[in-house]
C-alpha cells in the first residue's frame, strides 16, 4: 500500500507542482499573488493555463470545470472537455487563460433571492488562485468565485474572501500599532469538525423520509439509545473502520488535513476533524469532505447523514468552527503564551472577540439558521439558541482584574501531579473546556459549535470575520491615536468588561436556570430560522457589511429571502413525505394489524376466551388512525394554505407556527402505533436496526 506522504497532494495543483512546472518568473508572481492577496496578474494566465492542463492530462483529467459554490449550500460544475477539433479531423488539448479565469455558467437557474430574473441567464465565475485547483472524478477543478452579470455575489465564497480581506485590513493595523512592523498579510484560519451518522444502504431505501428528507419524521426509540455512553470513542466496528480508511486517504489525495477521527456520543454517529488552514481553504475542504463522505459511503454498502437531526430521541450532528487569525510571520492572535496578562496582541484580540459576539449576536444566530438545525440547537449535544461566550474562570478573573486596575494574576499554567508514579505530570490549561457553550475560548482559539452538520462553513465565517474586523478598526484607531499604547489595551480591556461582560457565561448552557438569566442580562434567544434571519436586513448590519465592502443592501436582501424560501422547501418536502408515508403505508399498516385482531377477537369470543387485551389494542389503533388521517388531511390543507401566501417571510411563519406543530403531532401518533404494533406489519425500518445494525 502506498505511503500516506507518497500519496499526500498527488491530486492537487500546489505550490510543489507550481514551482517545479511553471517558469520561474511566472511562479514568482503567482505566488505572490497567493501570498500577499494582491491581483492577479492576466498576463501569466495562458502560461499556468497551460501548466496546469498538461499537468491534469498526465494524471488521466480529460475535462475540466470551474468549481464553485452557489447559495445552494452544496458546490457546483459545469464540465468541459479539452478538446478542440484540427482541420485534419483529429483533435488537440487546449486550455487557454482565458478558460482558467472566467467561465459563464446559467446564473438564472441558482438561488439569487431577486437578484437575477428567469431570462436574466448571465453570471461569471472567476478563478480563485488562493485556493489550489485540484483533480476528482478525471476532471480538472478550479476553485471559483461565482457572480452575477451585474457583478454581485452569488455563492458563498466570494463573501467569505472580501470578509477575511476586511479583516486582514484592519488587523494590520492592530499589529504595526502594537509595534510588529514586519507583519504584511493576517489570515483567519479554521478547522471545521465535521459530525455524521453512517446508516446501511439497504435499510435507508426503505425509508421516504431518509432518501427525500436526510432524516426521519417518524420513528420510536428502541429500548437502548446512548444512554450508556458506550458509543463515545468506542472501538470503531469493522465496516465503519473500512470506511473511514478510505475516506482518509481519498481526502488526503485532495491535500484535504483530515486528521482526527472516532465515535461520537449516538450510536452510528462519527466525526471527522481536519488540521487547521486559512479560511477559504477550509470552506473548499469542508465541501469536498462532506462530498466524498457521501461517496465513499457507498462503496461500502452505507449511506453518509449529514442532516442535523436524522434521529430523534439521539444526539443531533454539529460541525465546530475553531476559528483564529494568524500572521504570516507566524503569530497567533489568539495564543495566550506563559503570561496572557501582558500578551497585548492577545488581549486586544479577547477584548475584540468579546465586544463582537454581544454587539452581533444575531448574526451568529443568522449564520447557523436552518430547518434542519433548528431541530438540534438547544438540545442536550448542541449549544441553546442564546449566544454567550466562555473564556473559563483563569481568564475572566484575568480580565476583571486589569478592568479594575488591581494585581495581575499569574496564568502560568500550572502543572498536575496523577497519582500513579509512572504517569507523566501534565500542563493544565488556563481554561477548561464547556460543550454547552456556542462560543468558547479552548486554547490559541475560539471554537464556535452552532453551525450544523449539514451547512457550509463559509457563512458562519464571513460573519466573525466582518463583527470582529469592525471592532478592530475601533481598536485600531484609538491604538495609533493613543500615547501609551500599553495603557490603551488596558484601557479597552475594561471598556469591553464595563459594556459587555454580559456575554461571557462560564456555566451549563443548557440550564433553565440561564435561560432566566440571560433574558436578564438583555440577550438574544432567537429559537428558530424565522425568528432570526429577517434581522440580517437590519440598517445597523447593512451598515456593517456595507462598511466593510462584504455584502451590499441588494446581496443581503436577497440572501434573508433565499435561507426563507430554502427553509420553507425544506418543510414543504417533510410534509409532503410524511402526508404520503401516514396515508399510504402507516395507516394501511396499522388496519392489517388491527384486521388480525379482529380475527383473533371473534374467534376468542367463539371459544368463549377473554380478548380484553386484543380488544383494548384494537381501539387503541383504531383511534390512532382516525388521529393520523384527520391529521394528514390537515397537513395537507395547511400545506396549501402556506403555499398560496405570496409574501416569504409570512409564509415561513406559516409553515414554522402551524405545519410543524401538525407534524410533530402527527409523529407523536405514528410513533405510539410503532410501539404496539409488530415488526412484520410495520412498514420500515425501526430506529433499532438503522442505529445499530452496522
Known amino acids: 500500500m502506498e505511503k500516506v506522504y507518497e500519496i499526500f497532494g498527488t491530486n492537487v495543483f500546489n505550490d510543489a507542482v507550481m514551482k ?3 517558469p520561474a518568473d511566472t511562479y514568482e508572481i503567482l505566488k505572490s499573488t497567493i501570498k500577499e492577496g494582491k491581483s492577479l496578474d492576466s498576463s501569466i494566465a495562458d502560461t499556468v493555463a497551460f501548466a496546469m492542463k498538461e499537468w491534469a492530462i498526465e494524471k488521466g483529467a480529460t475535462h475540466y470545470t470551474h468549481w464553485f459554490q452557489p447559495l445552494t449550500g452544496i458546490t457546483a460544475e459545469k464540465h468541459d472537455s479539452f478538446i478542440f477539433p484540427t482541420e485534419d479531423g483529429h483533435i488537440i488539448m487546449e486550455f487557454s487563460g482565458k478558460e482558467l479565469i472566467k467561465g459563464e ?9 431577486g437578484l437575477r430574473a428567469t431570462f436574466e441567464a448571465r453570471g461569471y465565475t472567476a478563478w480563485d488562485p488562493s485556493s489550489y485547483a485540484f483533480i476528482k472524478d478525471e476532471t ?4 471559483t468565485a461565482f457572480c452575477s452579470y451585474s457583478g454581485e455575489a452569488l455563492d458563498q465564497k466570494t463573501p467569505l474572501l472580501r470578509s477575511m480581506e476586511a479583516i486582514n485590513k484592519q488587523a494590520l493595523r492592530i499589529v504595526r500599532a502594537l509595534g510588529y512592523g514586519d507583519v504584511k498579510r493576517t489570515t483567519t484560519t479554521v478547522g471545521p469538525e465535521q459530525e455524521y451518522f453512517l446508516v446501511d444502504k439497504e435499510l435507508y431505501d426503505k425509508r421516504p423520509d431518509l432518501i427525500y428528507c436526510g432524516r426521519t419524521l417518524i420513528g420510536s426509540m ?15 466496528k469493522p465496516r465503519v473502520a473500512a470506511f473511514m480508511r478510505e475516506l482518509d486517504r481519498e481526502l ?24 487547521y488552514t486559512t479560511t477559504n481553504i477550509a470552506a473548499d475542504h469542508n465541501q469536498l469532505t462532506m462530498e466524498f463522505m457521501k461517496k465513499t459511503a457507498l462503496r461500502h454498502g452505507l449511506v453518509c447523514l449529514l442532516h442535523e437531526k436524522p434521529y430523534d430521541g439521539v444526539n443531533g450532528s454539529g460541525k465546530h468552527n475553531n476559528w483564529s487569525i494568524s500572521t504570516d510571520t507566524g503569530i497567533n492572535f489568539l495564543k495566550a503564551g506563559k503570561k496572557p496578562a501582558e500578551n497585548k496582541l492577545f488581549l486586544v484580540t479577547l477584548a475584540a472577540v468579546i465586544e463582537a459576539v454581544d454587539k452581533h449576536q444575531d448574526l451568529l444566530r443568522i449564520a447557523v439558521a436552518t430547518a434542519g438545525n433548528d431541530h438540534r440547537l438547544g438540545g442536550n449535544e448542541a449549544p441553546p439558541a442564546i449566544i454567550s461566550i466562555f473564556l473559563g474562570e483563569e481568564l475572566t478573573e484575568m480580565l476583571n482584574s486589569i478592568a479594575n486596575g488591581g494585581n495581575l494574576l499569574n496564568t502560568e499554567r500550572v502543572r498536575m501531579k496523577i497519582a500513579a508514579e509512572i504517569i507523566p505530570e501534565l500542563k493544565k490549561d488556563n481554561s477548561d473546556r464547556n460543550r454547552t457553550s456556542p462560543f468558547a475560548f479552548t486554547g490559541n482559539k475560539f471554537e464556535f459549535r452552532m453551525l450544523g452538520s449539514a451547512s457550509s462553513i463559509s457563512d458562519t465565517n464571513v460573519m466573525i470575520n466582518t463583527m470582529v ?4 478598526l475601533e481598536y485600531a484607531e484609538r491604538l495609533e491615536k493613543a500615547d501609551d499604547v500599553n495603557a490603551e489595551v488596558d484601557a479597552i480591556v475594561k471598556n469591553v468588561m464595563e459594556n459587555h461582560k454580559r456575554i461571557i457565561f462560564n456555566g451549563d448552557g443548557y440550564s433553565a436556570e440561564w435561560e432566566k438569566e440571560a433574558e436578564k442580562r438583555g440577550l438574544l434567544n432567537l429559537a428558530s430560522t424565522v425568528d432570526a434571519v429577517p434581522l440580517l436586513k437590519s440598517e445597523e448590519n447593512i451598515a456593517l457589511f456595507e462598511r466593510h465592502n462584504v455584502l451590499n443592501r441588494a446581496e443581503i436582501n436577497s440572501r ?5 424560501e430554502n427553509y420553507t422547501k425544506v418543510l414543504h418536502i417533510e410534509a409532503l413525505t410524511l402526508i404520503d408515508m401516514i396515508n399510504r403505508d402507516v395507516i394501511p399498516a396499522v388496519t392489517a394489524y388491527s384486521n388480525l385482531l379482529c380475527d383473533v377477537i371473534n374467534n376468542k369470543k367463539a371459544l368463549g ?16 388512525n382516525k388521529d393520523l388521517f384527520a391529521l394528514a388531511s390537515s397537513l395537507k390543507m395547511a400545506v396549501a394554505s402556506a403555499e398560496r401566501s405570496k409574501d416569504i417571510l409570512e409564509k415561513a411563519k406559516e409553515y414554522h407556527d402551524v405545519i410543524l406543530k401538525i407534524m410533530t403531532d402527527i409523529r407523536k401518533y405514528a410513533d405510539s402505533a410503532e410501539s404496539v404494533v409488530p415488526s412484520s406489519y410495520w412498514p420500515y425500518p425501526s430506529f433499532g436496526d438503522l442505529l445499530f445494525k452496522i
Open 20 to 22: 517545479e512546472r511553471l
Open 469 to 472: 474586523a469592525d471592532v478592530f
Open 252 to 275: 488526503w489525495k485532495l491535500g484535504v488535513l483530515a486528521k482526527t477521527e472516532h465515535n461520537e456520543a449516538a450510536p452510528s454517529q462519527h466525526e471527522l476533524a481536519p488540521i
Open 222 to 236: 428502541p429500548p437502548k439509545g446512548q444512554e450508556m455512553d458506550d458509543h463515545y470513542f468506542g472501538v470503531l
Open 140 to 143: 480538472l477543478c478550479i476553485p
Open 105 to 113: 455558467p446559467d446564473a438564472s437557474s441558482f438561488p439569487s433571492g
Open 560 to 564: 434573508v429571502d433565499i435561507v426563507l
Open 609 to 624: 376466551v377473554d380478548a380484553s387485551v386484543e380488544l383494548e389494542l384494537l381501539n387503541r389503533l383504531s383511534a390512532c
